[in-house]
């Protein structure tokens, strides 16, 4: 599968903003879908996370309450509304696909990324 982000750029603190991650092929349903982000000096980090039917999801500690993923299983597409943006969201946001559907937290059980996207909140 190919996954390409879009919809970042610059926001003012208490903005939103929302991202999407279209997916190529027929098989996106199959997926676990998430996004992470990667500020610079940074590791990268999980933000959400989405099941197969999109009827379980999960969030860091950080974003809980801010931020919402869902998926269009028609449209093929993932996404992250973002709501009440901080200057420390500002980072590279990625989607990632999970084929082996093993989920969780780690970058390392994601095997598809996107390119990222950049997303930059102002103080």
């Known amino acids: 599968v190919q996954l390409q982000a879009s919809g970042g750029g610059l926001v003012q603190t208490g903005g939103s903003l929302r991202l999407s991650c279209a997916a190529s092929g027929r098989t996106f349903s199959t997926y676990i879908m998430g996004w992470f982000r990667q500020a610079p000096g940074k590791e990268r980090e999980f933000v959400a996370g989405i099941n197969r039917s999109g009827g379980v999801t999960g969030y860091s500690d950080s974003v809980k309450g801010r931020f919402t993923i869902s998926r269009d299983i028609g449209k093929n597409t993932a996404y992250l509304q973002m709501n009440s943006l901080k200057p420390e969201d500002t980072a590279l946001y990625y989607c990632?696909?999970?084929?082996?559907?093993?989920?969780?937290?780690?970058?390392?059980?994601?095997?598809?990324w996107g390119q990222g996207t950049q997303v930059t909140v102002s103080s």
């Open positions: 990632a696909a999970d084929s082996r559907l093993i989920g969780g937290q780690s970058p390392s059980r994601y095997d598809y």
